[in-house]
């Protein structure tokens, strides 16, 4: 066991982990944070990704003893953020979801796509998506929905 | 699946991580951003009984930037190259390149030394940081030294690296004002590891021109005749890449594969000569 503290979701934590958890297990069976999925366990499919100091990473690729004294941030923390909430709003509108088990991590991919200026053409959502994996949707909806985020936002423009 | 049971270490320097790694040479295993060992492990493919930390090491992070080269840390992500975070020494290539590799999500831990290390035949950085002629620095108990990338990687997931070593940095040098640069990365889909990737870089100033190949079944390929024909500014460059690959039987290229070389290595050529 090994001690961490970490921040997740703007709460300071602290907790004895084993080093083989993955920050994605320590999320789930450790903070009931079940709003982070795992499909692949091996970073391929991105059902599992959150933020990490603000950036997305994979939840499943990152060990939660390596994630000592960083920023976490889970699906469950965007109740307020602009860009999240404009979003989830058109994700509804445009129906960019099934199953809803990739959903998560395409909000928080989404979400980094728009505030880093990358989602201004169709090609470069899909190019920005391409880590994410959706089986119900064709992704048509999805890529959508983000643009309409997008334009609504008026981050559009590739280097506005 | 989940990871095996491991110990896990986060030294305070390059000197005590090299310290624990010789002190365990069979288990241990060196973790910076973790993009390939972590689901190596999760896959049960890799099971090392220690991990060494050195993602958080600040002189693993360094930038440096000389008149004639580049110096960047191990740890440097690929999203800090491709965001331009870190000095480029190449006009343009290193950022384009980081852009192609994996998803972003893999970018923002995956560091330049982690994919150096681990050396996988389709890997990015091998085989463009070849084409640059850059050099690997590693750290061992005995000290430091330099390795040329075209030395570094010696095979599939093979490399130069002892045991008891830790890349350090990679040494770039810069390309003049007037290089020309050419990549092209062949795969299913964005992200995707390569299925072929072939990197022309042409130098007159330095008098520098190489094309390689990566995804090539073993370590990158440097393509000879290419390159004197990129130098010479010659026309076609389709025969020369088809002479290269002849003489690289070893390779085992099966037809399709060879055509997705011939295709990649003639268009990266084209985009320098254009």
């Known amino acids: ?24 297990d320590f999320l789930r069976e450790r903070r009931n944070l079940t709003g982070t999925h795992l499909g692949c366990e091996h970073g391929v499919c991105g059902a599992c990704t959150v933020l990490v100091d603000g950036a997305p990473a994979r939840s499943c690729l990152m060990l939660a003893v390596a994630c000592d004294e960083r920023r976490i941030q889970t699906i469950e923390a965007f109740a307020d953020d602009p860009v999240m909430q404009a979003l989830r709003r058109n994700f509804h509108q445009h129906h960019a979801l099934q199953c809803g088990y ?27 998506l391409a880590g994410n994996i959706c089986r119900c949707t064709g992704y048509t909806n999805i890529v959508t929905a983000i643009a309409a985020a997008a334009k609504e936002l008026g981050t559009e423009a590739a280097n506005a | 699946m989940k990871a095996p049971a491991v110990d896990y270490v986060r030294p305070k320097s390059l000197a005590e991580a090299v310290d624990l790694l010789s002190q365990h040479p069979r288990e241990a295993r060196v973790i910076a951003g973790g993009q390939s060992l972590v689901a190596m492990m999760n896959l049960r493919v890799a099971s090392p009984g220690l991990l060494i930390d050195i993602s958080r090491l600040p002189e693993l992070s360094l930038v440096s930037d000389d008149p004639n080269a580049v110096g960047i840390g ?3 992500t690929h999203a800090a190259i491709e965001d331009g975070q870190a000095a480029d020494p190449s006009r343009g290539l290193m950022p384009r390149v980081a852009a192609s590799l994996a998803y972003r999500a893999i970018r923002t831990r ?21 084409a640059l002629d850059a050099e690997v620095v590693v750290c061992g108990p005995g000290g430091k030294r330099s390795i040329g990338c075209a030395d570094f990687t010696t095979g599939v997931f093979e490399t130069a690296l002892a045991a008891d070593e830790i890349i350090e940095s990679v040494r770039i040098p810069k390309l003049s004002q007037d290089a020309r640069w050419g990549y092209l990365k062949l795969c299913r889909k964005a992200g995707e590891f390569a299925s072929a990737l072939a ?9 520098h021109s190489r094309v390689v190949l990566g995804a090539a079944n073993g370590a ?38 060879r055509n997705l070389h011939i295709v990649a290595a003639t268009r990266a050529v084209r985009q320098v000569l254009q």
Do not use: K, Y
Request: charge should be negative; charged fraction near 25%; hydrophobic fraction near 45%.
């Open chain 1, 1 to 24: 066991m090994t001690a961490i503290r970490l921040q997740i979701n703007g709460a300071d934590v602290a907790d004895d982990v084993p080093p083989r958890l993955s920050l994605a």
């Open chain 1, 102 to 128: 990739c959903t998560p991590a395409m909000l928080i991919t989404a979400r980094d796509l728009i505030l880093r200026r990358r989602a201004g053409s169709e090609r470069e959502i899909r190019d920005g």
């Open chain 2, 74 to 76: 191990a740890c440097v």
């Open chain 2, 110 to 130: 995956g560091t330049i030394g982690g994919s150096l290390a681990l050396s996988d035949p389709a890997a990015e950085w091998p085989a463009v940081l070849t």
């Open chain 2, 199 to 207: 990197v022309a870089v042409i130098d007159r100033t330095r008098g």
């Open chain 2, 220 to 257: 990158p390929l440097v393509l000879d005749h290419t390159s004197r024909l990129l130098s010479n500014g010659g026309p076609e460059p389709r025969n020369a890449v088809a002479a290269d690959l002849d003489r690289a039987a070893d390779r085992h290229f099966d037809e399709f594969q």
